[in-house]
């Protein structure tokens, strides 16, 4: 993987995502339909904020276990919205930006997404720590790389 190449590269580009208005019960149906991890959250394409499944699940907080649990947990995800739980103020980048200021933000602030946005705030892509693994992974090794790793 060339790192100074642009981030639009590698950038997953099939998004799925809520409004800010979408109840929990979307939130979740999406996470589990779509193996996701993280969801970005938009108004009229413009970022918002961004829910992940870690905070989704800690929001929770657990539920499920009981029936008398089911019922509070059903409660809790028509209740709140997207926007409750979402994360605002968050890193964002360039689809022209390079993968290595990408990985420099991964590594200092342990984040494991990025959402890419145009220079209105357009959402057009999101970078995850599953693209990068991805990109190395596809990378073609020559022979000559081997023999000088020898």
Known sequence: ???????????????????????????????????????????????VGLISKTDFLHF?????????DRYVNEARLRAYKAEDIMTTGLAKLSPEDRINVALEVFLVNRFHAIPIVSDSNELVGILTTFDIIK????EK????QILENL
Do not use: C, W
């Open 1 to 47: 993987m060339n790192i100074l190449a642009p981030i639009k590269t590698i950038m997953s580009t099939h998004l799925i995502t809520v409004n800010p208005e979408d109840k929990l019960s979307k939130v979740q149906e999406l996470f589990d339909t779509h193996n996701i991890h993280h969801l970005p959250v938009v108004r009229y394409k413009e970022l």
């Open 60 to 68: 929770m907080r657990g539920y499920n276990q009981s029936e008398e």
């Open 135 to 138: 990109a190395v992974s596809q």
């Open 141 to 144: 090794i020559t022979p000559e």
